[in-house]
């Protein structure tokens, strides 16, 4: 085998053209530059104007303490996720775009679902790094065995589709007389380094599953105390459920409240399905008939009784989930409005709502829908315009009680109105969130729908 400090340099290390990127992720890649901090994009250089997955980005060591600070001087707020080695997570929510961006930081090269197999690789990619456009990237051929190990050992040796190119290109660029062949060749045995290759140029894709396994067995052997007491350890510790540091630490809740039709329950389950922690969606009121409502009903107060005992279950479980850092959204919280004339006025009603104001969390974010009562809506029930308008007037009313409260106008179209929504709990998070609203004017015009706000 030829001495690997003797081989020739790759003209493929410099191509000269800079990669399109995404303003939010460029602004994070300067600066990480403007910090003065080595860094390398690990993977995924030509994926970054949408990027479909995480950006992958590699520290110097005892560097990520720093990132928290330096990141969300672009607006990328990190999560906390226990269990996963050195990686440390960030995103950041384009509005406008309608787009999650997230960064994956790491000290370390580890690999396995658990990173379980730590290398020594990091300081040498580091040091041997060049640089395209704004990007810092490991040499070529260095990247090139990164991603055919991540595609052994962290994937198993599964290739999607969508992965293949990617997978050629990498077998095609890698070098048996690479530093990381030469170390892999010492960890898993001699001449593993020029098979694998072999086997991927093959394009033998369905085959690589039993050389992973090989190759997993081989790391295992080498340090199996170790291996083992790291994958118990960040399993354990997975069971965590990730969440935000410093005030957030402890979940964060988000209500949303407004008359019925008006997009609610739609805006509440995007909240609850787009976001990058665990979410749960949690009634707080009045829910659908049950299994057993027709009988209990009919015992006096039976109606009432019900109510209270689901409103007492669904705060507890949302303090629970609160507890374990999740996001919780929260239908019918305590601020809203009965419609005027139904039972939601009556003493019975003020005991349900006096109830719901005790037992229920206090939302950190509360966005009151809001629309002249001209507007009708889907599913109003038939109600006259006048007694919209009068909800509406004791929705913001009461809205003005709560000091972190949001008004959209729900007469722009749904898209538009859930980005703003995403938008204002994401920077509610970060601490970049647009004043909370006094309130929309009462007798403001608001567009028809379908019309440009």
Known sequence: MEDPTNRQPDPGEWSGEQPDIHPTIAM??????????????????????????????????????????????????????????????????????????????????????????????????????IRNGLLWLPATTE?????????????????????????????????????IAAYVDRQ??????AELLKLVRSGSFDDFRDPALRMASALTRNAPLRTRLTVLRNRVLRLLSPTFPSRFSRGLVVGVTGPEGAGRTTLLHRLWENFPIHSRYMSLGRQGPGRWDSWITRIPGGRRGLTLIRQLRGALAAKYHCLRGHKVVA??????????????????????SATAFAL???????????????ISFPGNGGHLAEVFEIRRHAHLKKAKRHPRTWV??????????????????????????????????????APEPGEQP
């Open 331 to 352: 239908h019918r919280p305590a601020y809203d409005i009965p419609m005027p004339g139904s039972a939601g006025t009556t003493a019975g009603s003020r005991t349900e």
């Open 360 to 374: 229920g969390p206090d939302p950190d974010a509360l966005l009151v829908l809001d629309a002249p009562g001209r």
């Open 408 to 445: 959209p106008d729900v007469a722009q179209p749904q898209p538009l109105l859930q980005r703003a929504a995403t938008g204002t709990v994401v920077g509610q998070l970060a601490g970049s969130a647009p004043g909370p609203a006094e309130s929309a004017q009462p007798d403001s015009q």
């Open 143 to 179: 990247q090139a065995w990164l991603q055919l190990l991540h595609t052994m050992l962290d994937k198993g040796g599964a290739v999607r589709p969508e992965q293949m190119e990617t997978v050629r290109v990498a077998g095609a660029l890698a070098s048996t007389y690479d530093f």
């Open 28 to 129: 994070a890649l300067r600066a990480l530059d403007a910090s003065g901090l080595p860094w390398v994009l690990l993977r995924g250089e030509d994926d970054l104007v949408r990027p479909r997955g995480d950006v992958d980005i590699l520290v110097g060591e005892g560097q990520s303490q720093r990132m928290d600070a330096l990141l969300a001087g672009v607006g990328f707020r990190r999560v906390l996720a226990r269990g996963h080695g050195s990686h440390r997570f960030y995103f950041n929510y384009d509005a406008e775009e309608d787009l999650w961006l997230k960064l994956d930081i790491v000290s370390e090269i580890s690999f396995g679902r658990f990173q379980q197999w730590h290398t020594p690789l990091a300081g040498g990619c580091l040091k041997r790094r």
């Open 188 to 193: 898993v045995g001699p001449g593993t380094a």
